[in-house]
């Protein structure tokens, strides 16, 4: 299974981003492995429809669990309607949100958090 997480950095040590769409990075585990890839968000500076692009980034990489904090309505869309679970991770970093799945102690997101978050967090930072 491979789970995708919004990320502030590169590392399973990095902070969990909570801002999906405006996000630096996804760092993509494959569960079965234990291997990660580390993808950059290019679109996380776009002035709109970053959520969108991200959402088709994280589709094209074969994810099929999401962990961030806050999604929007477009992002979250794209997401269920190719079967992608989305979480709100709990903990700080990637590596312990990662045993919190493991644990079932991750709450699924079932409707969307605010609509631009991340544009507002982004010169709010």
Not at 67 to 79: A, C, D, E
Not at 93 to 108: R, S
Request: with cysteine; net charge neutral; glycine share 8%.
């Amino acid at each position: 299974m491979k789970v995708c997480f919004s990320s502030e950095g590169k590392s399973l040590d990095s902070q969990l981003d909570p801002r999906f769409g405006r996000c630096k990075y996804f760092i993509i585990v494959d569960t079965e492995t234990n291997e990660f890839k580390v993808v950059e968000n290019e679109g996380f500076v776009s002035e709109h429809g970053a959520g969108v692009s991200a959402a088709n980034l994280v589709v094209d990489e074969g994810a099929d669990i999401v962990i961030t904090r806050n999604i929007g309505p477009n992002s979250m869309k794209i997401l269920t309607s190719t079967k992608i679970t989305i979480y709100e991770g709990q903990a700080d970093t990637i590596k312990a949100n990662l045993e919190l799945l493991k644990q079932d102690k991750l709450n699924e997101i079932k409707e969307p958090k605010k609509s631009h978050f991340g544009l507002q967090n982004r010169w709010g930072r």
